[in-house]
């Protein structure tokens, strides 16, 4: 399976392709290659306007799927979310490639933005016949349930460890329709504590096997439950 992930920081954080990579490989997807396109605070607009290296990857890539995701904290909207989706999926379409829709999730501050997201990333994937990862929808859900899963990173935007696992388990289920249950409890963390600024790169892990972290299995079952219970209202 050949996933390209289009996003920014949402996407990078704790290298949660990769995390996608193993859980769907030890759910028995074979050879998972996980490439992406995501910088820092970029919407999906910005990726059309670096249009040739999107282009490239999605007509040459020979992915299988690609995954959206919207910049999320400031949301640009459903309108945008829609356009600049639209023409996403579409290039998506032309390589041979299903188009994936993210849901991202409120900042901790101010989880009434929720409803937005959710409503716009389901109108873009019902207006593209795309599949859907509902990852904000169930990241507020666990948030009422399971308040002591700290989901957010120490900014209270981005993931933690458990954030990234969320969206990987979730992906994992809808491109690998695997029981989602079953899933091992991996994770990484590529800051591993530290109390980094946003751009300080060098406080960042480089060491791939030093990536990888432990994290309560209590907390994973409980993320999976979540993630299985909203899978199966499709």
């Given at each position: ?50 249009y040739f ?21 400031p949301f ?159």
């Amino acid at each position: 399976m050949r996933v390209l992930f289009v996003g920014n920081s949402h996407t990078y954080f704790n290298d949660m392709p990769h995390t996608f990579a193993r859980l769907a490989a030890a759910a028995g997807a074979g050879e998972v290659i996980p490439t992406m396109l995501a910088y820092s605070g970029r919407p999906l607009a910005w990726h059309l306007e670096e249009y040739f290296s999107l282009r490239y990857n999605l007509l040459w890539g020979r992915y299988d799927y690609c995954v959206l995701q919207q910049q999320a904290h400031p949301f640009p909207g459903r309108e945008a979310l829609l356009a600049d989706g639209g023409r996403v999926a579409a290039l998506c379409r032309a390589g041979g490639a299903v188009p994936v829709v993210l849901t991202t999730w409120a900042e901790r501050r101010a989880p009434e933005h929720q409803a937005e997201m959710t409503q716009s990333a389901r109108a873009l994937a019902a207006q593209e016949g795309a599949l859907l990862a509902p990852v904000g929808e169930i990241w507020q859900r666990l948030r009422e349930t399971h308040p002591e899963i700290e989901l957010f990173w120490q900014d209270g935007e981005h993931a933690s460890p458990y954030g990234s696992y969320l969206e990987a388990v979730t992906l994992c289920g809808v491109l690998t329709g695997c029981d989602v249950t079953a899933l091992p409890d991996i994770g990484a963390d590529f800051s591993r504590g530290a109390d980094i600024s946003f751009f300080e790169h060098p406080r960042v892990i480089e060491d791939p096997n030093k990536i990888e972290t432990a994290l309560d299995p209590a907390a994973c079952a409980a993320i999976r439950a979540a993630v299985a219970a909203r899978l199966a209202e499709r």
